[in-house]
């Protein structure tokens, strides 16, 4: 099946400092990703959707200027964490869709641990 | 969308089949059922979708039942490497969103 890769796996930062993760589709043009963030023991909760070239949607309680989106190729989207502090903690994930049927392809996920 | 209910655990001996309950009473004629699993601290893994007729791949069966308000996963022989939560969900296939309930947590035991 299609392969979504994430990095880091795992990072720390220091509050008040800015972070990037990246989702890349390995093997397919992604027309649209998703973030999402989970939480200990909890389900996973949808940011955001973006396709390429375009702005990113966000869901509703999700702050745009905080979790910026970039999705300049049809291979490569990134999160980028600003101003990240401790509640900001949490697992993150990625997928990728490559158009008709929408499948959904997840990446392996992003540790952050922000101290 | 449709929302699911599942139990929030399972226990499964090992060898043994693993029958994971899902209900969508108020899933609409163009939903599919779609079954994830997450093993820890890992991204979701998909495992298989149907919309009206049973289906069967090399990782699990899943059973609609024929008014398609509820569906049953089977992992037929649960090893413990199966231990996850399993999350069912419905949607429309051409639509690009999926949202995830609290899922089932299984445990396979020895």
């Known amino acids: 099946g299609a392969v979504v890769s994430q990095h880091p796996s795992r990072v720390i930062c220091k509050s008040g400092t800015s972070v990037k993760i990246e989702c890349r589709s390995l093997?397919?043009?992604?027309?649209?990703m998703f973030w999402y963030r989970q939480f200990p023991k909890q389900s996973l909760m949808l940011m955001a959707t973006s396709n390429e070239g375009s702005k990113a949607t966000y869901e509703q309680g999700v702050e745009k200027d905080k979790f910026l989106i970039n999705h300049a190729s049809l291979t490569l989207s990134t999160l980028t964490v600003t101003s990240a502090h401790p509640e900001d903690s949490s697992f993150y994930i990625c997928?990728?869709?490559?158009?008709?049927?929408?499948?959904?392809?997840f990446g392996p996920g992003t540790r952050l641990t922000v101290t | 969308d449709a929302k699911t209910t599942q139990p929030p655990s399972m226990d499964c001996a090992e060898g043994r089949a693993a029958n994971l309950p899902c209900n969508h009473s108020?899933?609409?004629?163009?939903?599919?059922v779609y079954w994830y699993r997450q093993i820890h601290s890992q991204g979701p893994q998909y495992i298989i979708h149907g919309l009206k007729n049973n289906e069967t791949n090399e990782m699990a069966s899943l059973i609609i039942t024929e008014d398609r308000k509820s569906s049953t996963l089977i992992l037929p022989h649960a090893t413990l490497r199966d231990t996850a939560v399993y999350y069912c969900i419905v949607r429309v296939k051409f639509r690009n969103d999926m949202r995830f309930g609290a899922g089932t947590r299984l445990t396979v035991k020895p």
């Open positions: 108020t899933i609409s004629g163009n939903e599919y």
């Open positions: 093997d397919f043009q992604a027309t649209t």
């Open positions: 997928s990728a869709s490559g158009g008709a049927p929408y499948e959904q392809y």
